[in-house]
């Protein structure tokens, strides 16, 4: 039986927000150590929804952006992530490098800036993070249904 089927959507979307919390604090603890400001991405997603205005509220927007797409990656590791290979911390560094490789094919085509090696190195260092995170509490959830 497949992980997906023994793991309810509600489950899995409580172990995507838990892998972007993850991210979350990893990013807020390694920028400042990387010399790297906060909020770019968040800022850039809430301002192609709220492009008037004030950069709090388009920071804000960005977030839930970000936390749905989250959740979205994680309804998808779902599918994929039973079919991938090795224990679950390879298949969730493995998943969340092809993230991290969406994200920095993606992202440039709808203007935003990558930044520097640092950012690139961060960002994915962040995308493993969520990976690995997710990929963990599924099997957990897994291995109790």
């Known amino acids: 039986m ?52 004030a950069s709090p509220a388009q920071a804000w927007a960005g977030r839930v952006v970000l936390l749905l797409a989250a959740l979205g990656w994680s309804l998808l590791y779902r599918v994929v992530g039973p079919h991938l290979p090795g224990p679950a911390w390879v298949r969730g560094v493995l998943y969340g490098a092809f993230i991290w490789l969406a994200s920095v094919l993606v992202l440039p085509l709808i203007g935003f800036r990558l930044g520097g090696a640092a950012a690139l190195a961060l960002s994915a260092l962040a995308h493993g993070v969520f990976g690995v995170t997710l990929a963990a509490i599924s099997e957990v959830q897994a291995q109790r249904a």
């Not at 604090?25 to 010399?35: D, Q, R």
């Open 2 to 53: 497949e992980v997906r089927s023994r793991v309810s959507q509600a489950q899995t979307l409580a172990a995507g927000a838990a892998a972007w919390l993850a991210l979350n604090a990893f990013v807020y603890i390694a920028a400042p150590l990387l010399g790297l400001s906060m909020g770019p991405v968040a800022s850039f997603f809430g301002g192609l929804l709220l492009p008037a205005s």
